[in-house]
Each structure stands twice: as C-alpha cells, then as structure tokens.
C-alpha cells in the first residue's frame, strides 16, 4: 500500500511541470554539489602543493593588506605629533636651507641599527642637503640605555661648547661600530680617541642626567604614539621605512626634494 502511494505521489509529482521541475532540479543541484566535491576531493589529494600554495599567497596577501593599513594609520599619527618627529633639538646633523629632515629611531645594541648607521653614511654623503636627527630609542636593556644616555650627552656638550657636528658624527658612528656592551669605560674609550676629554664630558653628562633622560624618556613616549614596535625606523614628511631598506630612503628622499 504504501509502495503505492509513493508511485501515486511520483507520478502526480510529474504531472505539474513547475513542481517537477523543482524536484529535478533539486536532485540535479544534489548530484551537482557531491560530483564537484568528488572532484575538488580528488584535486587535493592529486595536488597538496596547490592547496599550499594557494594559503601561502592568501595570507601574503593578508599581512601586505595589514602592513598597508598599519603604514597608513602611522602616516596619520606623525602627522599628529610633527612638532614632536622633527625636533632638530635633538641629536641632529643640520643642513642648511634644508627642505627635508629624516629622522631615525635606533637602538646602539640593534644589530639592524649598526647596518642602518652604515647606510646612513652613504645616504648623508649623497644627500648633503637634508637634515639628519638621530632618536635614541633604547629598547634592548641597560646596554641600550647606556649608549643613549652618553650618545645624546655627548651632542649637547658640543653643542653648548659649540664644537663642530663632524665631532659629534665621528661619536656616533664609533659609537655604533662597538660591538659589546656599552659602558663608561666604552664610551671614555671613544671620547679619548675623537681627542676630547673624557673626564670634562662624562662630567657634563652627570650635571645634566635629568635633561638627557628627559629627552630619551620623551622618545619611548612619541615612539608609542607612533605605534612604533622595533627599530630602525626612518622618517621623511608623514612617510615611514621600518627595517634595513637604503632603496626604500633614497626613494623616499628623491620624493621628498
């Protein structure tokens, strides 16, 4: 009986044409989905790389989409705090009728900052008509806390003792050239062999520690502003380079002239 009344059902079913055809269709759109999971079953099992691939292009796509919006979120804070970036009372090598000034937040410990400092050499020999300032942004211990205190230090006494920046810039590159921990048997080391005096500069330092430390706890702020998480981080107008790039400055410099 009930046999029957199946049959009954198919074939009252097949008599209505808009009924029928969505039943048909259902069944073909069922057949439809299991035949193309057969095959997208078959595909991977054929060809795991793809699939690899493919995830690996997919989250590319995502971290450039995210380092996109990251570079544009910090393009518009450094164009909040621009008084703060460009604040040539920092340690700074000013060029003038400059129109352009690159900043870098570095740490002395960081082994990117050391590579950095060598391209900036380059950079500054190429480019004589910008004003270069120096953030230090101690971030890797006392170490790092050490270099930054004296490095900044060092700049303000040949700036109140009104001695040229090529004293200063022989400091610093001899400063980031040290491979080790910087202490103040270091830094003594490298004031002795610029030929200045040891004894009346770290004497300076100690007179004006509350300044110095002021002017490097004013970086860790303005670098936490900036959202920014590791160093070195260079920048020209409201643009950034983060990490080792001298191809990323000088397009960013012939940009900004």
């Given amino acids: 009986m009930r046999t029957f009344l199946l049959v009954l059902a198919l074939i009252a ?89 690159l900043v870098e937040f570095f740490d002395a410990s960081c082994g990117y900052c050391k590579l950095a400092s060598q391209i900036l050499l380059k950079i500054k020999r190429d480019y004589p008509n910008v004003t270069y300032t120096l953030r230090n942004l101690p971030i890797l211990g006392q170490s790092s806390l050490v270099a930054a205190k004296y490095d900044t230090g060092v700049f303000l006494f040949m700036k109140e003792k ?13 400063l980031m050239a040290h491979d080790g921990v910087y202490t103040p048997e270091v830094i003594t080391k490298i004031l002795s062999e610029i030929d200045l005096d040891p004894q009346e500069v770290l004497k300076f330092v100690e007179q004006n520690e509350s300044e110095i430390s002021a002017m490097i706890e004013a970086t860790i702020q303005l670098a936490q502003k900036l959202r920014l998480d590791g160093t070195p981080v260079f920048i020209v107008g409201d643009k950034i380079v983060q990490g080792v790039s001298e191809a990323g400055l000088r397009e960013m410099l012939e940009k900004a002239s």
């Fill in 162 to 174: 009104d001695i040229q920046n090529l004293k200063y810039s022989d400091f610093h590159s001899r």
């Fill in 13 to 101: 079913i097949a008599g209505f044409p808009f009924v029928s055809n969505w039943y048909y269709g259902r069944v073909k759109d069922a057949y439809a989905v299991s035949q193309t999971e057969k095959i997208v079953e078959e595909y991977i099992q054929r060809n795991p790389e793809k699939i690899l691939e493919s995830v690996n292009q997919y989250r590319l796509a995502q971290f450039e989409e995210q380092q996109k919006q990251k570079e544009q979120e910090i393009n518009k804070l450094i164009a909040q705090h621009k008084s703060e970036v460009f604040d040539t009372n920092y340690p700074s090598f000013v060029a003038k009728n400059a129109k352009t000034v």
